[in-house]
């Protein structure tokens, strides 16, 4: 949900609007069954639907991963870009007219240095496909930010992605990274259609890419260092995903040892309890579990407080769900994304390991946690 993510297009303090906001919903009511509109029995088409959806509100690509060098040095990593369509502008005709908006996300966890290096980046788009340092693809996944890039490709019927971003100054460091996937496109939900809330209105088209095999280069503090690893990739559109009582919500996604993956997630009211929930389980032959709102509990352990931002965040979750029980453990407590001075809210999102119920590690992935600084706003 992310990252998940409605992740950051929350984060954004978007510019669209009230009219801009009410235009939107009259025209998610009123579409046609070749729009861009989120509804359940939208039947999704590949590579199309890996591209971009300019008639959806909000919309992301969000990658993250475990990558390790031949001396065993770890390391965590995601890029997450995300547009917006402001609603403004829609009538005229200049290419520098700011009807959608782009932005990203970057961050690299170091957990043998204990450090948590992120950088982000926004420009305006005009919807042109083909503008040089901001673009987004609805023909597939390609998405540009300058030298930030996401591109899918198809590879023996599978999908292939490169990407390269990074960030300059003292905190300098650039990764290249080319990933494969194994199985076809996991399609979270209702054949696509998550729920995020208890009204329909509330969801998205979410379509999940776990288990990538990822293998590349990373560029820090003067060397260039050969990587590989396992990464695991989202891609979200909507036109309303918060209920008026959330504030945020608690995300994983968990590639296992053994080839399966997991997605649990949960959406808070302001007193930690559950509004929504949802996920699934992948296993390695491809075979599907989708959970419903009442099969998933997240309960929380160990919290850690962000000196930055005053949020306390728990970093230690105990994670029900029909396919077992399960704990996640932050590998790294100081992951907090802090964007508040750029493109809006402050959130968690990092590293973490998979336990089973009997404490053994299984796997690992990424926990991201928003609202803990302050209730998200999608789009007001």
């Not at 450090?115 to 083909?130: E, V, Y």
């Not at 990092?350 to 404490?359: N, T």
Request: charged share 25%; glycine share 12%.
């Amino acid at each position: 949900m992310q990252r998940r993510r409605w992740l950051g297009l929350a984060l954004l303090g978007c510019v669209r609007t009230a009219a801009a906001q009410a235009a939107a919903q009259t025209a998610a009511q009123t579409a046609k069954p070749d729009d861009d509109a989120v509804r359940r029995g939208r039947v999704l088409h590949f590579p199309r639907d890996h591209g971009a959806h300019p008639g959806a509100a909000i919309e992301w690509w969000y990658l993250t991963g475990e990558l390790h060098t031949a001396h065993e040095r770890r390391y965590g990593f995601q890029i997450t870009f995300f547009r917006s369509r402001t609603g403004l502008a829609a009538q005229l005709q200049s290419r520098f007219a700011a009807r959608q908006l782009l932005f990203a996300h970057a961050a690299l966890s170091d957990l043998g240095a204990g450090q948590h290096l992120h950088a982000q980046r926004i420009a305006r788009w005009s919807g042109d496909p083909h503008a040089a340092l901001a673009r987004a693809s609805t023909a597939d996944t390609d998405v540009r930010l300058g030298d930030w890039t996401l591109q899918r490709d198809d590879d023996g019927g599978r999908s292939r992605y490169l990407t390269r971003f990074g960030s300059g100054g003292t905190q300098a460091f650039e990764l290249q990274l080319q990933l494969r996937a194994a199985l076809p496109p996991l399609l979270q939900g209702d054949a696509g259609f998550s729920r995020k809330g208890p009204d329909e209105a509330q969801a998205s088209h979410y379509v999940s890419e776990p288990q990538l095999a990822a293998h590349g280069t990373l560029r820090r503090g003067g060397q260039t260092l050969a990587v590989q690893g396992r990464a695991w990739l989202d891609h979200e559109w909507s036109d309303a995903l918060l209920h008026p009582d959330a504030v945020g919500w608690d995300w994983v996604g968990m590639n296992l040892d053994d080839g399966s993956a997991l997605t649990a997630f949960q959406l808070r009211r302001a007193d930690g309890t559950r509004l929504w929930a949802g996920g699934s389980w992948r296993d390695a032959a491809g075979r599907l579990q989708v959970f419903d709102h009442d099969g998933v509990h997240f309960s929380p352990g160990r919290r850690w407080r962000s000196a930055a931002t005053g949020a306390d965040y728990p970093l230690h979750w105990r994670l029900h769900t029909p396919a077992g029980r399960f704990e996640v453990r932050a590998l790294l407590d100081a992951q907090e994304l802090d964007a508040r001075d750029g493109t809006g809210s402050a959130y968690w999102e990092g590293l973490s390991e998979l336990l089973d119920a009997q404490g053994r590690r299984i796997g690992s992935g990424y926990l991201e946690m928003t609202g803990y600084a302050g209730r998200l706003r999608l789009g007001d």
